[in-house]
């Protein structure tokens, strides 16, 4: 037994973006996995998680074959990338958490790589794509 239960909690719906900014604060790192396959939502979007991953400077664990900005964490070093299993993912998992060099360096890439992103510019951006195909 390793004790992960003894480190992982469910919150459940946490009504403030406030909140759950100050909750990240606290963690370690950020799971951001998306079933494989172009019928999952997530592959067609970028995931709001990942953004407030962003903003606490939590490096990410985002399964690959998802949402395109699972290119960009590997790009940029922000995370770790891993297939869609629970054996890839318990291994970067305890990766991150036990090599702090790794950590600290996935940190630092992460504040790097949310300069390039903020909600207004990526939203905007998306109306900006709605309004092209409504006007085709």
Do not use: C, T, W
Not at 29 to 37: M, S, T
Request: aromatic share 10%.
């Amino acid at each position: 037994k390793i004790g992960v239960s003894d480190n992982v909690r469910f919150y459940g719906f946490i009504p403030s973006k406030k909140q759950v900014l100050e909750l990240l604060s606290e963690m370690k790192l950020g799971l951001a996995l998306y079933k494989p396959g172009e019928n999952n939502v997530s592959y067609y979007s970028q995931p709001g998680k990942v953004f407030d991953y962003f903003m606490a400077g939590l490096p990410i664990i985002i399964s690959k074959d998802g949402p395109e900005i699972s290119n960009e964490i590997a790009k940029f070093g922000s995370g770790l990338v891993v297939e869609y299993n629970i054996k890839s993912i318990s291994e970067a998992i305890i990766k991150l958490l036990n090599n702090n060099k790794l950590n600290q360096n996935a940190r630092i890439a992460i504040l790097d790589h949310a300069k390039h992103y903020s909600y207004n510019e990526e939203f905007s951006n998306l109306l900006e794509s709605i309004e092209k195909k409504k006007n085709i």
